[in-house]
């Protein structure tokens, strides 16, 4: 499995865009780069994923450079209730999937 | 879209009973769901993999005794967490993966799991 680098924490402006990077300088060639979100006390939930051409839904906008070695989501007008942890996972078909870390984004008034 | 129904949402027992945590999968069969645990100010960790009509596959370092898993149908997998201890007290989440390729994998809203 591929590894991942995301920032442990992110500060945001409520109204501004959001920007978390992840790095996933291993990635393979059929791994898709999934996002999820944790928000407190909660189960995952699913925001969106690519695997080499950008991505964009109601949610957010995931942004793979050519290499594929790293990729930006994108929350374009951050609210106060995408406070969460933002998780980045290279996955592949039916593989089980692993949480590393994640980024804690706050959101601030 | 996918939506996977966790219960209860929390629970209190007392050391020694145990404890069984359900996870359904509403709108859709998943041959295939998966049990997560998440301590305070951690990420989630992986602790099984609940296939259809077979054993499941654990994590190493889970006691597979402790924790039973049982998937007797395509919409419902349930953890046992038996002869409950203070340590295990945690997040227990589930997740399943509809079968279509890619689409993702949706998540139960996880069970708090108090053990006095």
């Known amino acids: 499995d591929a590894k991942t680098t995301q920032p442990t924490s992110m500060d945001c402006a409520e109204g501004r865009a959001a920007n978390l990077p992840c790095n996933h300088s291993?990635?393979?060639?059929?791994?898709?780069v999934y996002w999820y979100r944790q928000i407190h006390s909660q189960g995952p939930q699913y925001i969106i994923h690519?695997?080499?051409n950008n991505e964009t839904n109601e949610m957010a906008s995931l942004i793979i450079t050519e290499d594929r070695k790293s990729s930006t989501l994108i929350l374009p007008h951050a609210t106060l209730r995408d406070t969460a942890v933002y998780y980045c996972?290279?996955?592949?078909?039916?593989?089980?999937?692993?949480f590393g870390q994640g980024t804690r984004l706050t959101i601030n008034p | 879209g996918a939506v996977v129904s966790q219960h209860p949402s929390w629970v209190i027992c007392k050391s020694g009973t145990s404890v069984k945590i359900e996870c359904r999968s509403l709108?859709?069969?998943?041959?295939?769901m998966f049990w997560y645990r998440q301590f305070p100010k951690q990420s989630l960790m992986l602790m099984a993999t609940?296939?259809?009509?077979?054993?499941?596959?654990?994590e190493q370092g889970v006691e597979k005794d402790k924790f039973l898993i049982n998937h007797a149908s395509l919409t419902l997998s349930t953890l046992t967490v038996t002869s409950a201890h203070p340590e295990d007290s945690s997040f227990y989440i589930c997740?399943?993966?509809?079968?279509?390729?890619?689409?993702?994998?949706?998540f139960g809203s996880g069970t708090r799991l108090t053990v006095v």
């Open positions: 997740s399943a993966r509809e079968g279509r390729a890619n689409y993702g994998y949706t």
């Open positions: 609940s296939n259809e009509g077979s054993k499941a596959t654990y």
């Open positions: 291993t990635i393979s060639g059929n791994e898709y």
């Open positions: 690519g695997l080499k």
């Open positions: 709108d859709f069969q998943a041959t295939t």
């Open positions: 996972i290279p996955i592949q078909g039916a593989q089980k999937l692993v």
